[in-house]
C-alpha cells in the first residue's frame, strides 16, 4: 500500500515541532533574574494528564497524508490552536508549582523549545487558513480567536507565576507609559508622511521630469542607518532649540520625540511615494477616456476615477509605512523618544530576558495587527472595484 503526502508543508512544520520539543528546553528555571536559568525539558513535564499533549501532535501528523480539503485544514487549525493552548497552560501550572518551591525571587521563564513550538502552531494554523478561504475578513477574524484561549489563561491567572509576567506586574506603569507613546509616535508619523507623501507623488506623477529627482533624494535618506539619521539629528535640533528657547517649550530639542518624529517620517516618503506613483500609473488609460467622454472635468475624473482604482496600490505603501514604523520606533528610544524600545533597551543593559520580551512582544503584536488591518482593508477595496 502507497503511502501518499498530501500536505508536505504542514509536514515538515510537524517534524521540526517534534524535534524542537524533544531537543530544546522548555522551561528556565532560576533563583532570581540575574543568574542563568536551569533548563526545564518538556520531557520531564509530561506525567500524569501531561501526556494528553502528544495527542493534538499525532493528529497533526496524521492529517499530513489526508486530502488537503477545507474540512481538513479547519481540523488542522483547530488542533495547532488547540497544542498552543496546552503548551501554554502547561507552562503555567509548572510555573506555579516551581513557585511554592522557591522563593519569591524565583523566574520561571519560557524556554527556547516553548517559543519555537508555539511559533510553527502559529505557522500551521495561518499556512491552513490562508488555504482554506480566499476571505481576509474570516482569516483575520480566524487567526485572532486563536488567542481567545490563551487570553483566558491570562485573565485567570494561570500565567501569573512566569517571569515575563512578573516583569509586567511589576513595571505595569511603565509598559502603559511606553504603550501608549509608541502608539503615539506611529499615529504622528502616518499624519505628516501623508500630508507631504500623497502631495509629492502627485507632483511626480504629473511632473516626470522631477520623478527621478525626488526618488533620489528619498533613496539616499532611506540608505542612511536609522541611528545615523537620528544622530544627525541631534545637533541642528539642539541649535535651533538654543536660538529660540520658546522651541524647546514645545518640544522641539535635540533629543526626545522631535528629531525621532522627523526622522521617522524621511524613513516613510519613499514607500509612500511610490505607491501613489504606482498606483496612478496602473490606472487603465481607457477609464480616463471614458470619463473625458462623459464631460468630466480634471478633478472629477481625478476623485472618481483615478483615486478609487489607485487606493490599493496607495494602502499598500502606507501598510508597508505603518509596519515599518512600529519596529523603527524602537530604535528612536535612543535619543530619548520612549516607547517600547526604552524597556527593551533597559532589559539589554541590565541583561534581563524577561524584561527585553516585555517590550519585544507587544511591538511584534502591533505590527502584525497594523499589517492585518490594512490587508483586511485593503482586501475589502479590491472586491468593490
Known sequence: MRITIHNRVLLTL??????AAATLPFLTYAPNRLVSGQPIPLSQLLNGINWLLLLPVVLL???A???VNRRNLIFVMLLSELLLTLIVALSGSEAITLSQQGSALARASFG???WLVAALCLLMAADALSRAT??????LLLNAQMWLPVMMLLLSG???QLALMKEYVNRQEVFDEALSRHLMLLFSTLLPTIVIGVPLGLLCYRKQKLQASVFAVLNVIQTVPSVALFGL???PLAGLAKAWPWLATIGISGIGVAPALIALVL???LPLVRSVVAGLQQVPSDVIETANGMGMTRMQIFWHAEVPLALPVMLSGLRVIAVQTVGMAVIAALIGAGGFGAIIFQGLLSSALELVLLGVIPVIAMAVIVDALFKFLISILKVER
Open 134 to 139: 480566499p476571505s481576509a475578513l474570516w482569516r
Open 112 to 114: 527556547s523549545g516553548f
Open 14 to 19: 510537524v517534524v521540526l515541532l517534534v524535534i
Open 233 to 235: 539629528l541631534i545637533a
Open 61 to 63: 501528523l496524521l492529517l
Open 158 to 160: 494561570q500565567l501569573d
Open 65 to 67: 497524508f489526508r486530502p
Open 267 to 269: 524613513y516613510a516618503l
